[in-house]
């Protein structure tokens, strides 16, 4: 039996249907300056089973919800039958009004499952052609929504229907894209997780329908906006540079141009890196000098066996995703020597290899993200990032003990490079209190 809202106040089985998922109808005209008792009974209603209304959404206790943009309703179903109308609304008394002046009829219509143009019924909603702006979860609002916000969504909604009307997209494409300016918003402002669900469902059909679409980029953005980097992340990078001995080092061998790769794993803002410096451009030799009995003569040619790890701090770091990274972070780290470092030269042996060629290193890096390859994406109920691009700077400050091994070849090695590389980061859902 469908109630109607002209009983009395006073009527608890009013109440004990809506909370039983009961339908409910409201009257075709009211006026809520001329009946301010009941209307304020009708929004102590409102607050009782819009709480019911999230707790099913939470217990997934509902089969399907269909979210209506205009006009601004919800249809609760079980069963693909329309069972039950629930009004929700950013403000219960102006959304009381603005219903009874234009779609109380309509409502009523559809709560006696009398026909209705466009909503006949919810199989023929779903093969219609705008099915794609109307979500399966409602969208649930908290009643603290002020007048900033609301003014905000409104100048927002003109300014992208006036780019939209410009660029000749069509009315559904618009709707859409309305609806997730909105979610930004209301995000933003409220973090509200019924509504995110109701976001996600629709931006997971919609991208299912039309996996190459303008909105993919904006979907993505959006949905971003309630994720941070999470603690782990792992990346390589390709880099090349210069490599300058220095002292007495800078009379036996020239600079020389490396091209290195490397790996890399972090936790919160502590890093692992590993660079492997095997491959590139080999010194020359300006200086005869001879070890372990060979010979090792001018211009010839040798290079650097560099390979170690560095232990590191990001002092600063952006968390959030879809960003530029235009600040960077830098990253300082210490170089232990390794039993690989080593100096090549034909097949004369190796310098330094039992020793650890290398006995300590320090690099400072500094690295910036390019907006250009970061993508995040909604996929398969996860939140993903994925080719997050950055270009790193670095100076490495290398000490070598050539001079234990060949008499007066001291001095450092100076290694500037500059790479490209991409990263992935797992992501951590931005964890705010909701409002009450």
Not at 38 to 52: A, H, S
Not at 192 to 201: V, W
Request: proline share 2%; charged share 25%.
């Amino acid at each position: 039996m469908i109630k109607s809202f002209a009983q009395e106040k006073t009527d608890n089985s009013y109440i004990s249907d809506i909370l039983d998922g009961k339908a409910i109808s409201v009257p075709e005209y009211f006026d809520y300056t001329q009946n301010q008792s009941q209307g304020d009974f009708y929004c102590n209603v409102l607050t009782i089973f819009r709480q019911k209304i999230i707790e099913k959404i939470e217990l997934n206790e509902l089969d399907s919800v269909l979210f209506y943009t205009k006009p601004q309703f919800a249809v609760f179903s079980k069963n693909n039958e329309a069972d039950s109308i629930y009004v929700l609304t950013l403000r219960e008394r102006e959304f009381i009004d603005y219903l009874n002046r234009n779609y109380s009829p309509v409502l009523s219509r559809i709560v006696n499952r009398e026909p209705v143009e466009g909503f006949s019924n919810l199989n023929e909603i779903r093969k219609s052609k705008d099915y794609f702006r109307k979500s399966y979860y409602a969208e649930i609002l908290n009643d603290s929504l002020s007048e900033k916000l609301c003014s905000a969504i409104i100048r927002s909604k003109e300014a992208i229907i006036k780019n939209i009307e410009e660029s000749g997209l069509d009315a559904y494409k618009k709707d859409f894209l309305i609806l997730l300016l909105e979610y930004k918003i209301y995000q933003t402002d409220m973090c509200n997780e019924c509504f995110e669900k109701s976001c996600l469902s629709l931006c997971d059909k919609y991208l299912s329908a039309y996996s190459k679409n303008e909105f993919t980029d904006y979907i993505n953005e959006t949905i971003a906006v309630r994720y941070k980097k999470g603690n782990w992340g792992y990346g390589f990078c390709l880099s090349s540079g210069l490599i300058i001995p220095t002292k007495s080092l800078s009379g036996y061998f020239t600079p020389v141009i490396p091209i290195s790769m490397t790996m890399e794993l972090n936790y919160k803002r502590f890093y692992l890196s590993y660079f492997n410096l095997d491959f590139g451009f080999r010194n020359t030799i300006k200086k005869s000098f001879e070890y372990n009995n060979v010979l090792w003569l001018k211009n010839d040619k040798l290079w650097f066996n560099d390979g170690h790890c560095a232990f590191g701090y990001n002092v600063v770091m952006n968390h959030q995703l879809n960003v530029i990274q235009n600040v960077g972070f830098i990253g300082m780290g210490f170089f232990p020597h390794s039993k690989s470092d080593s100096l090549y030269y034909k097949d004369a042996g190796l310098i330094g290899n039992e020793t650890g060629f290398m006995t300590f290193g320090v690099i400072v890096d500094y690295k910036f993200g390019y907006r250009s390859c970061s993508k995040v994406s909604y996929f398969k109920n996860r939140i993903k990032e994925e080719n997050f691009g950055y270009i790193r700077f670095g100076v490495n400050y290398l000490n070598p003990r050539l001079g234990d091994v060949v008499d007066g070849m001291n001095g450092n090695l100076i290694f500037f490079n500059l790479g490209i590389g991409t990263y992935v980061h797992t992501t951590k859902k931005i964890r705010q209190k909701i409002q009450p």
